[in-house]
């Protein structure tokens, strides 16, 4: 019901920045949080930031003081801003909406955006 197309990622070099964009359509009125996941090669996919409906933001420990999730709830779009890139960060980087009351337990995922970190 939810659909998530994602864009943004590319080829960067260490120490330089990338904006992740994700946007919602359909039933996004039912969206409790929003968030950015990646994984790795041989890696399990990971939370890398998420922002719930009234505001409250997760970081994994990794990415704090570098990236920045956002929201746009007009818009029904929600960011990632990544600056000084690792090369650690290299990922398939997911979008995720996950449910609110209505419907807890649905969880719908964006296609992937790839992020390579490489001079």
């Known amino acids: 019901q939810v659909q998530l197309v994602e864009s943004g990622g590319g080829l960067v070099p260490p120490g330089g920045s990338l904006r992740l964009s994700c946007a919602a359509s359909?039933?996004?009125?039912?969206?409790?949080?929003m968030g950015w996941y990646r994984q790795g090669p041989g890696k399990q996919r990971e939370l890398v930031a998420s922002?719930?409906?009234?505001?409250?933001?997760t970081y994994a420990d990794s990415v704090k003081g570098r990236f920045t999730i956002t929201r746009d709830n007009v818009n029904n779009m929600v960011y990632l801003e990544m600056n000084s890139l690792k090369h650690k960060d290299t990922a398939v980087y997911y979008c995720?909406?996950?449910?609110?009351?209505?419907?807890?337990?649905?969880?719908?995922w964006g296609q992937g955006t790839q992020v390579t970190v490489s001079s």
């Open positions: 359909g039933s996004i009125f039912s969206i409790y949080a």
């Open positions: 922002e719930t409906s009234f505001g409250k933001q």
């Open positions: 995720r909406a996950d449910g609110d009351q209505r419907e807890p337990d649905v969880v719908t």
